[in-house]
């Protein structure tokens, strides 16, 4: 793929280079011109190749940025602090012999709720079970 700087003025078709064969002549509307010639049989097929590998590339780049944002996140987490009762917590700290945190803005709770009634050996009580993605 190629950019002009500009935008495109006009497309024709002829001999640009003078060599007997037609080009695409494109001529921007700052008066630079350009000449592509046509592509050969074999050539169409790794076109067609360097599609699929700049969707690929793409495809990873954009994982990549996901990837490196995520990571921002959890580095600012880390770094951010929240005071509750008196405590000063982070990412990283122990409150009574518990690790507390702070939960990741993408984390997906699953959650059920379970009632059971009461038996000779437990009284009625309601569960509930949440389970985390990260």
Known sequence: ??????RVRGIVEGDYRRDGTNQLITCSVDGEVRGY???NKDSSH??????AEQDLIRELAQRKNNLLLEL????????????V???KLSATT???????G????NTQLQTSLQVTT?????????????????
């Not at 790794?46 to 599609?51: A, G, H, V």
């Not at 921002?72 to 005071?83: D, F, L, R, V």
């Not at 009461?118 to 990260?134: A, C, F, G, K, R």
């Open 37 to 39: 010639s046509p592509a």
């Open 102 to 105: 702070i939960i990741p803005a």
């Open 46 to 51: 790794n076109l067609m190749d360097n599609d």
């Open 118 to 134: 009461e038996t000779e050996n437990m009284p009625s009580h309601v569960q509930l079970l949440i389970n985390t993605t990260n």
């Open 72 to 83: 921002k996140n959890y580095s600012e987490n880390t770094k951010a602090g929240k005071e």
């Open 85 to 87: 009762g008196g405590l």
């Open 1 to 6: 793929k190629q950019w002009y700087q500009r």
């Open 94 to 100: 122990d409150v009574d012999g518990q690790h507390m």
